[in-house]
């Protein structure tokens, strides 16, 4: 097991560095690639990560607290079990990566490409999704409560169950997703009305 601490790197490769187990702590990476690298059960506080590579890495069982992930990509990483607590996560690219079992607590991940991910039955309550592109994703009884879903993407997701009461949902296209069986309070009924081309008086 190895400690980082206030360290700061910029187009560093760390693809072949056995990361396993480390810790983090407030560090900064720019441009830095972590492209299929063994990062499982690695814990970051405080850091944060611009404009990163993580494509293809093993990120399962990791831990990540008040962390910042912008613009980075993950396609086809492993965030099995992997926790993210209050991380900013804005323009970040989940492509085929693999989020099954994971924990997001808190946090912003506006802007971020989330397209068919596997989202079901998680907790997803007050988290910032501003702008992301959820098309196709399964949430299916997710929670969603309370967040900020503003002009995000739902194109063929599957919301049955999911609970979306008190979350900001103004410029979603309701007709673009099967709405059946999802839960919305009064102000986000209004919003569907109108998707649907009702005059609200």
């Known amino acids: 097991m190895f400690q980082y601490s206030n360290q700061e790197y910029a187009d560093i490769g760390f693809g ?8 983090l702590v407030g560090c ?12 499982e059960e690695l814990t970051s506080v405080r850091c944060r990560f611009m404009d990163c590579d993580f494509r293809g890495a093993a990120l399962n069982g990791s831990v990540h607290k008040e962390s910042a992930f912008e613009n980075c990509r993950f396609g086809g990483a492993n965030l099995f079990v992997s926790k993210f607590d209050a991380c900013k996560m804005m323009g970040s690219d989940f492509s085929n990566a693999s989020l099954d079992g994971i924990t997001i607590v808190q946090g912003d991940w506006s802007y971020t490409n989330l397209r068919n991910a596997r989202l079901a039955k998680q907790d997803l309550r007050g988290i910032r999704f501003y702008e992301a592109d959820l098309s196709g994703a399964d949430l299916e009884k997710a929670d969603l409560r309370d967040g900020d879903l503003t002009m995000a993407l ?3 997701a599957k919301v049955a169950g999911a609970d979306f009461r008190g979350a900001a949902m103004d410029g979603v296209n309701f007709m673009s997703f099967p709405i059946a069986g999802m839960k919305l309070d009064r102000e986000q009924a209004v919003l569907l009305a109108r998707s649907f ?5």
């Open 154 to 156: 739902l194109a063929n």
């Open 197 to 201: 081309g009702a005059k609200i008086v």
């Open 16 to 23: 072949s560095q056995d990361l396993r187990y480390g810790e």
């Open 28 to 39: 900064t990476f720019s441009r830095c690639s972590f492209a299929n690298g063994s990062l």
